[in-house]
T-cell receptor, first 114, second 115 residues
């Protein structure tokens, strides 16, 4: 069964520091995609970054990068130079080719303090 | 390009009533997916519509239904509301190409409270 695990319910980071949010997944499908979304208190889910299972390089999008370790089935999000506006819930999600459904983890609440 | 819009943003209903939520996708997107988000169950996939047909569905009872119109706008209906249906309902649109890298873009959600 498809499963996404985010073991950190909450994280604190000081402004301008880097932070890593953990995500592990479980799938038997060799073809899958991994996504990270940010959800501020307003509720809207904002797409941050994507990594495909066959991608050789780690994905990067501005201050966001994805530390993809396929053998360990982990896809950690790294936010560099944290900003106060990064305070939000962060969700890891996965889509398998065979199910074509986007399945989400339970999320990590990140709080950035000055 | 305008983003995904959802109406209404907030809704209060009583048990036993029914409710219809609306979602307008990003222009050019043909797929609309619906999700329910609750503190207890997290984000759960309800169903996906593509070209006016339900293409995929999650594990929700038949009280939850949806449809999609020719302009790709979608509606979700919940009949015989229960207290447990109180949630944030999120709609997401995508191109519908069914490529593994296809990104879903979410609307602001509709917060439904059932009393």
């Amino acid at each position: 069964a498809q499963k996404i695990t985010q073991t950190q319910p909450g994280m604190f980071v000081q402004e301008k520091e880097a932070v890593t949010l953990d995500c592990t997944y479980d799938t038997s499908d060799p073809s899958y995609g991994l996504f990270w979304y940010k959800q501020p208190s307003s509720g809207e889910m904002i797409f941050l970054i994507y990594q495909g299972s066959y991608d050789q390089q780690n994905a990067t999008e501005g201050r966001y990068s994805l530390n993809f370790q396929k053998a360990r089935k982990s896809a950690n999000l790294v936010i560099s130079a944290s900003q106060l506006g990064d305070s939000a819930m962060y969700f890891c999600a996965m889509r398998e080719v065979k199910t074509d459904k986007l399945i989400f983890g339970t999320g990590t609440r990140l709080q950035v303090f000055p | 390009k305008a983003g995904v819009t959802q109406t209404p943003r907030y809704l209060i209903k009583t048990r036993g009533q029914q409710v219809t939520l609306s979602c307008s996708p990003i222009s050019g997107h043909r797929s609309v997916s619906w999700y329910q988000q609750t503190p207890g169950q997290g984000l759960q996939f309800l169903f996906e519509y593509f070209s006016e047909t339900q293409r995929n569905k999650g594990n929700f009872p038949g009280r939850f239904s949806g449809r999609q119109f020719s302009n790709s706008r979608s509606e979700m209906n919940v009949s015989t509301l229960e207290l447990g249906d109180s949630a944030l309902y999120l709609c997401a649109s995508s191109t519908g190409d069914s490529q593994i890298q296809e990104t879903q873009y979410f609307g602001p959600g509709t917060r439904l409270l059932v009393l």
